[in-house]
């Protein structure tokens, strides 16, 4: 199978990214404590290291799309979790009612966003299989073969 970033993990690291980058403007408007920021780099290169090990793996991976399915949803629990963390952190920190307001929403849009990530990565996975089990599939372009 070829070797490819898949587009769930692509979505997850850019929306992490997009958080990081919102946060610290936010430090000019309230006091965010350096800690916070130590965490979301750490976010960041556990996301990271996550596709990268996607990248290497997926085409080994021997087992059926369930247990894939499992161990990404594990794997994207425990990233929300500690994301959920950082998110507590900004909660306290918070002062004014603007200030919640753009904290709930990166809380609601993270519900949206990991379960997205989670499909379009599976969806991926199955692209993949189809393009390595499909005799009629070019593997290395994605399209069909027009011979005849």
Partial sequence: ????????????FNYQLMTY????????????TQEIFYWLRGGLVITFLV???????????????????FCLLAIYLLIFGYYALIVEKLTHLAISPEDFS????????????????LIYTLMGYRRMIK???????????????LKK
């Avoid at 980058?21 to 965010?32: K, V």
């Avoid at 990268?52 to 894939?68: K, N």
Wanted: proline share 5%.
């Fill in 1 to 12: 199978m070829r070797k490819r970033f898949l587009s769930g993990e692509f979505l997850l």
């Fill in 21 to 32: 980058f919102n946060i610290f403007y936010w430090r000019n408007y309230f006091p965010i």
């Fill in 51 to 69: 596709a990268l090990l996607g990248y290497f793996f997926y085409p080994r991976w021997r087992w059926s799309i369930w247990h894939l399915f």
């Fill in 102 to 117: 753009h904290i709930h929403s990166y809380q609601t849009s993270s519900l949206w966003v990991y379960p997205s990530a």
């Fill in 131 to 145: 393009e390595a089990t499909d005799p009629q599939e070019d593997s290395l372009f994605g399209i069909k073969h």
